[in-house]
């Protein structure tokens, strides 16, 4: 029997009951109830970020200083070698190093050039808070973290005296209300 009809014939105003879940619960929908509204959201979700990742690239040069007539000379080259990390902004030596006596050269050295930035944002997207639910119905959670707005159903149908499982994920809420 619709609430304002049984107000009419027991000469009593419809009384509003309102319920709010935070979190998991069942609803048990009075007898003389078959219609509520519905309004709620799910949880927020997580804002995207934006880093920074820096990537260098520099050319390295070996010298190596010939036993034979002292005269240094390029020995092997590597360009557009790639590394992580901050760098120095400027291009250095490497101390000279002895080598072995098989070695054509007496000494080696490894010069690099300026790093050269090509630096590049890394982004992560944000994420959607999961849906809360009940009674057929889908409550959005928000997208990043930004204030969730309620999905409202007014006049939603339901059985007198039937029982509905809400579910509400930890930061949502659903709050339902009827006239008895």
């Known amino acids: ?50 880093s ?44 000279p190093v002895s080598t072995g006596p098989t070695s ?9 050039s300026n790093f050269v930035d090509t630096s590049y944002d890394f982004t992560t997207p944000p994420t959607t808070g999961a849906s809360a639910t009940g009674v057929g119905k889908t409550f959005p959670g928000s997208t990043g973290n930004v204030a969730q707005t309620p999905t409202v159903f007014t006049n939603v149908a339901v059985t007198p005296g039937a029982s509905y499982n809400i579910v509400v994920p930890t930061g949502g809420s659903v709050t339902i209300s009827y006239y008895v």
Do not use: H
């Open 1 to 50: 029997m619709k609430a304002w009809l049984f107000a009419l014939i027991t000469g009593r105003r419809p009384q509003l009951v309102t319920q709010t879940f935070t979190a998991n619960g069942v609803l048990v929908v009075p007898a003389s109830v078959n219609a509520l509204n519905m309004s709620g959201y799910g949880p927020r979700g997580v804002n995207g970020s934006t």
């Open 52 to 95: 920074r990742v820096d990537q260098y690239k520099r050319d390295i040069i070996y010298y190596g200083v010939r036993k034979s007539d002292g005269v240094t000379v390029v020995d092997f080259q590597q360009f557009g070698v790639t590394a992580q990390g901050s760098a120095p902004a400027f291009a250095y030596c490497d101390a």
């Open 104 to 112: 054509e050269y007496s000494s080696t050295q490894a010069c690099y």
